[in-house]
């Protein structure tokens, strides 16, 4: 849609406004009446992306001994002369060369000239930045971009960044210590006073006991603090060098009974100020390394480590040192793919860096080099794809001793050890598998199930929500039927029969005597499609068919192991798909249970005829 942007002079030292831009207006002198304000040999020149204006219109009146000229001023340098105005026609309207990009343009008048408004047609100048940018990872190398569409667009730019550290260094350590010869030799545990502590170790020369340091010596450290909460530690460090610069440490709490907080303070002739309080968020016994900024230093500064809290205040030290040169550096954009489409406003990209936290950005592209904005990066981790449905079948080639697929479903046994919903992914929550509703939607989760559930839906079922077995079935209604099944692809190059379909049919749930039905049917196809997408026929497999009933209440189900006692006339070529589905028949009366099934076994044998030419010659 094109927009039209007015302009008109109204005081003095106007605004010249073009779109969201302003540039200013010089040499303005009053005019006599009110028709306007009085141009006299000015040049204007407009905003630097006048290159995506389509059209220019001028309302003015001009001194018959006057002239006013419009001239475009190219990208690449150099003036278009553009229009003459005519003192007489007070309106001009012309357009822009469209094969030519403008930087700017220009009015050049003589003798006195009323200006009194100054239009432009910006149909293509603000090109609006593409919203609700949304990208999601496939895979670890892979990941798709969708946003809504922007109007009067070419197309649009994706651009796949990393975020490269520049500038990055771990710094140099000086006055390193890691009191592993004081630890050493204090075999007595009583606390070490300040003269004891520096006369009798050498790595630990210049620190101050305070109060309560005592030798670690099971982890070659300090510990600070005593036994009870009113025994809090304090150690001095050494005089320091002035200057900026980080503490590296090495710390951990000493039990369970012990607070998580190390306060540490600088002290400046006297002045204590409070650095930091170190928190620790692992276990007692579990180092954690510590990176602090140090405020700027006076020379002969010491740094006070206490364990003050209000539980037993014992930390144990193992390893300071100051570091100069440290820098996290700065995170600087690095494209790694970019690509243009047209106006399609979805894209995959694939081939990216793998692994690796990636951003993305996308940009609107318009006529004669125009662009938007980028829309704010998006970040997007490879190395943790979200489960999402994946359209896949097992392959035969894959099969056990070449000719056996076997499922136990006790996978699904991890998933559902807690309450609640969990998400179902077709092919990805268990590999290969499918369910769906008897309208054809997709089942979105799942849950565990011990029998006693009557709502329609996808289950794991068991004795008990702690078993480590599960068998995959469904409550199935007269609206609500479930089905659920999973393709095989024949990606061997022999014929393959599909042998046999033997699995354990369970019925869980209500104790009735009415027969409830689980029916499996096959279907051959050329391509892989999802099972609900497959609008050929289907052949049901009457010998693998399960009917039976509950004889318990909810707790034990009645279990029908189903063997199909005919061959079974399905012959997977080479590239074709062949597909089983199972569907939990509703009853029309009786109480319906939860059906599923378990210890599935699908059996193919080589199917392909060998060509077999005897020669006979005859003798001589």
Known sequence: MKAKVG????????????????????????????????????????????SAVDRISLSYSGA??????????????????????????????????????????????????????????????????????????????????????????????VSICTNRIVGA????????????????????????????????????????????????????????GGADKDKAGRLMSPHLSGGDWYLRMKAWRYSTDDGTDMPIYRNSSG?????????????????????????????????????????????ILDRVALVSGYSEGVPTPDVVREISTDTATSCTIENLPPSEPVFVRV????????????????????????????????????????????????????MTSTTGDKAWFNGTTLPYWQAYRQNDSAISTFKYNGGAEKVGGLYALAINQSSSERALGGYSTQSDEICFGMAFTNNTDVTMRLSSVSYSAQQWGFKNTANQTLSVSAALAKNLVWIADYDGEWTE??????????????????????????????????????????????????????MAIDDLAVTFTNDSRSLVIHLVGRGK
């Open 541 to 594: 497999i009457s010998s693998a068919q399960s009917n039976i009933y509950s004889t318990d209440e909810h707790a034990t189900p009645s279990i029908l192991t189903v063997t199909p006692t005919e061959a079974l006339p399905l012959s997977v070529g080479p590239n074709q798909i062949l597909m089983l589905k199972w569907t939990i028949h509703s009853l029309k009366s009786g109480t319906l249970g939860m």
């Open 64 to 157: 018959a001994d006057g002239s006013a000229t419009v001239s475009a001023i190219a990208n690449e340098g150099g003036e278009v002369p553009v229009a003459t105005l005519s003192a007489a026609a007070n309106a001009a309207t012309f357009d822009f060369l469209e094969t030519t990009d403008f930087r700017a343009f220009r009015i050049s008048t003589t003798g006195d000239w009323r200006l009194f408004s100054f239009a432009a047609d910006v149909s293509a100048m603000f090109l609006a930045v593409p919203s609700n940018v949304v990208a999601t990872a496939l895979t670890t190398d892979s990941l798709e971009v969708s946003w809504d569409p922007v109007a009067d667009v070419t197309g649009y730019r």
């Open 271 to 315: 002045s204590i100020s409070l650095v930091q309080v170190v928190s620790f968020t692992k276990g007692p016994g579990e180092p954690e390394e510590f990176l602090i900024k140090l405020p700027t230093l006076i020379e002969g500064d010491h740094l006070e480590f206490c364990s003050f809290t209000n539980k037993k205040p014992r930390v």
């Open 7 to 50: 302009l008109c002079w109204g005081i003095v030292c106007a605004m010249m406004m073009w779109g969201a831009q302003a540039a200013e207006r010089a040499d303005f002198t009053t005019g006599e009446g009110t028709n306007g304000w009085t141009i006299s040999a000015v040049d204007y020149v407009s905003p630097t992306y006048a």
């Open 363 to 414: 940009t609107a592209t318009g006529t004669r080099g125009l662009a938007s904005e980028a829309s704010a990066d998006v970040a997007v981790d490879l190395a943790h794809p979200p489960p999402r449905a994946i359209l896949n079948a097992f392959p035969l080639s894959d099969l056990e001793n070449g000719s056996l697929y076997a499922q136990n479903f006790d996978s699904l046994a991890a």
């Open 169 to 224: 260094s771990n710094g140099t350590e000086f006055w390193i210590d890691d009191f592993s010869k004081a630890a050493a030799s204090g075999t007595n545990p009583g606390a070490l006073d300040s003269t004891k502590f520096n006369n009798s170790y050498s790595d630990a020369t210049y620190w101050e006991c305070e109060s309560y340091i005592y030798p670690s010596t099971t982890s070659g450290a300090i510990r600070i």
